[in-house]
């Protein structure tokens, strides 16, 4: 067992079960390369404060990066005794560098240490996770230009409604994932703000420079409160909820690709690639990867219904109930990575079945309403036009006939404003075509959606990158 830095005022050594149950390390581990350039920005800060010399700075600097270079090459040991990453780290330089060691964690605290990690940690996170989804929303755009005919019945209480563009209701997706950016986006300013030098939560009676540190460590600001600073953890809060919002989208698309790829609906083949097989039955190709996705949902809201819970009752500041926050967020950030990067490279596979799906979408009276829309024209209110529609359908269900294939002298009984141009509007195509209202599913304006979709994509990018 080794010492404590905290045991001090201790006179019974800590319990074994104790220090299992209270330790972190193989959960916070993955933070070490934050914590070591945080620990060598600190340095850097205490020296130029004089708060420490250069040269104590200069050898705690290169001890840090020799333990990176370490952790790097697998040669470092983890140990439970040693409770969490900061101890590690602090204890190994010890045994590197001597007693100038013990200077590092002067005007620090674990609390703002660890708070320092998770929003380094989640700032990398959340531009990888947005990078993703911009690279995603792209190949949505490129498969909506590349199945520009395609077209599929849309549905509501999934019956068939009317027919749309399979482009125009991918676009769909495009907007959601839009809108995902748009809250990782946000959430980032809130998660980009510099905790260190607040120290156990009253601040520190040295003349620390935190704007220094914030500089050094490439964050725009510092944070206003020394007790919100190591006891707030809305920001993790917030990137939970942007992530299970984000999981939502990706379980809708995947039950409909489920769905699409049954043979009730025969719309598309997922690639072999991205399927599996059954152990019994020889025949079946599963769409795991979709269920799957859809079932990983589940987790990501356990994630943040978790942290919510932890965080509703605890008093100010600091509280170490707070140690369960990186558990959740790791599993999140995880999963949710996972998930857009199987769907960066499922959907430019996925094999669209257009003669299936403009099949369905000429069966089912998917044409009604354009049928009623003509009686508007033709001077009938909506209401009364709907009804006399209604009866038409009843009619044409007991003959056996979709809308279209009925004659003139057939509708003429229902309403005699019915003239023969009234075939010509319910095609599939003019179904579409016609659906011009700003939004609507009409050729030309989901290639406007598509080229608008373009043009933001490349200024996101830019902005990103630049
Ligand atoms: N391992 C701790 C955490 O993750 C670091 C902070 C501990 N602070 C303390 N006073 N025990 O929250």
Not at 134 to 159: M, N
Not at 192 to 217: C, V
Request: hydrophobic share 40%.
């Amino acid at each position: 067992m080794s010492e404590k830095p905290w045991d001090g005022r201790f006179s019974q050594k800590t319990d074994r079960l104790v220090e299992a149950f209270t330790s972190s390390i193989n959960i916070d581990k993955r933070l070490y390369s934050y914590d070591i350039e945080g620990s060598i920005a600190h340095c850097r800060m205490l020296a130029r404060q004089s708060i420490i010399t250069e040269e104590d700075a200069s050898l705690l600097i290169q001890g840090l990066g020799k333990i990176k270079r370490d952790i790097e090459r697998g040669e470092f040991l983890f140990d439970d005794s040693l409770e969490d990453i900061h101890m590690h780290i602090e204890s190994r330089l010890l045994q590197d560098i001597g007693k100038v060691a013990q200077k590092l964690h002067t005007a620090r605290s674990r609390n703002d240490q660890i708070a320092l990690d998770v929003r380094m940690y989640l700032r990398d996170e959340t531009l990888d996770i947005l990078k993703n989804l911009i690279s995603l929303r792209e190949l949505i755009v490129d498969f909506a230009k590349v199945h520009i005919d395609a077209v599929l019945p849309g549905y509501t209480h999934l019956q068939r409604a009317q027919p749309v563009l399979l482009s125009h209701h991918m676009m769909a997706y495009y907007e959601m994932f839009l809108r995902d950016c748009g809250r990782f986006s946000d959430a980032l300013k809130r998660i980009n703000i510099m905790p260190l030098g607040s120290a156990a939560l009253a601040g520190t009676t040295y003349p620390i420079d935190r704007e220094y540190t914030a500089e050094l460590l490439g964050f725009p600001e510092v944070s206003a409160n020394s007790i919100d600073s190591v006891s707030d953890r809305d920001f993790i809060i917030e990137f939970l909820a942007a992530a299970s919002l984000c999981m939502v989208h990706f379980s809708r698309i995947s039950e409909e690709l489920v769905l699409w790829s049954s043979s009730e609906f025969g719309f598309i083949e997922l690639p072999d690639s991205f399927s599996t097989g059954s152990s019994i039955m020889p025949q079946k190709k599963n769409p795991d990867v979709p269920e799957l996705v859809r079932g990983k949902t589940g987790r990501v809201f356990g994630d943040l219904i978790a942290l919510l819970s932890i965080m509703k009752a605890l008093p100010l500041a600091y509280n170490r109930d707070m140690q369960e926050d990186k558990g959740t967020l790791f599993d999140a950030v995880d999963t949710l990575k996972a998930c857009v990067e199987i769907y960066i490279k499922m959907l430019p596979n996925i094999e669209i079945k257009k003669e299936a799906m403009l099949e369905a979408a000429s069966k089912g009276f998917l044409n009604a309403t354009d049928m009623a829309d003509y009686l508007v024209a033709m001077g009938m209110p909506f209401r009364q036009a709907h009804s006399c529609i209604g009866k038409i359908v009843s009619c044409a269900i007991s003959e056996n006939k979709e809308l279209h294939e009925m004659t003139l002298k057939e509708l003429k009984p229902f309403s005699s404003l019915f003239k023969k141009d009234v075939f010509d509007i319910l095609t599939t195509r003019q179904m579409i075509d016609r659906r011009k209202s700003s939004g609507g599913t009409a050729t030309k304006n989901v290639k406007a959606a598509i080229k608008l979709a373009e043009g933001d994509l490349k200024k996101e990018k830019e902005n990103l990158t630049g």
